[in-house]
């Protein structure tokens, strides 16, 4: 098999797994999100960031990095946009942990407002997870049969 076919296959597996993740994960977040904002309330207690936060986005950047590479084998501005867009969001809630100390009274201030926001970012999980999809549908359309 060559790079340009493992690119292609890559791309659909990718994106078919991460559009499920989102739309899993959006719905979990908007059906439990008392327990949910519990879980972070309890977690701005703590000193550290809590470890499954540090492990999302820690394997979402190590699916992000072979797509880097791949997007050039061919070229394709979706694949390299969507790679810099993963990197982006890593980078973001990354920032968001490393600034753990900060974010913690604000969890704490604003406990009320935590089930509407984790519903909110619930809703965006969903819609991100059906555009991953389309871009799926793409990857598996252009491909030669």
Not at 11 to 33: M, N
Not at 37 to 55: D, N, W
Not at 59 to 72: A, D, E
Not at 92 to 118: C, F
Request: with cysteine; proline share 6%.
């Amino acid at each position: 098999m060559n790079l340009e076919a493992f690119s292609i296959k890559w791309f659909a597996l990718y994106y078919t797994v991460l559009g499920i993740s989102f739309i899993a994960g959006g719905s979990y977040l908007i059906l439990k999100k008392q327990q949910l904002s519990q879980l972070l309330q309890k977690a701005a207690e703590q000193e550290k960031p809590p470890p499954v936060f540090i492990r999302i986005i820690k394997y979402f950047l190590l699916f992000t990095l072979p797509g880097l590479v791949l997007s050039f084998t061919p070229f394709s501005w979706i694949e390299l946009l969507f790679t810099l867009w993963s990197l982006l969001v890593v980078y973001i809630a990354g920032i968001q942990l490393v600034r753990w100390q900060d974010n913690r009274p604000l969890i704490k201030a604003n406990s009320k407002k935590l089930p509407e926001v984790i519903s909110r970012c619930g809703a965006i999980m969903v819609a991100v997870g059906f555009a991953i999809f389309l871009l799926a549908y793409l990857v598996i359309n252009r491909t030669p049969i």
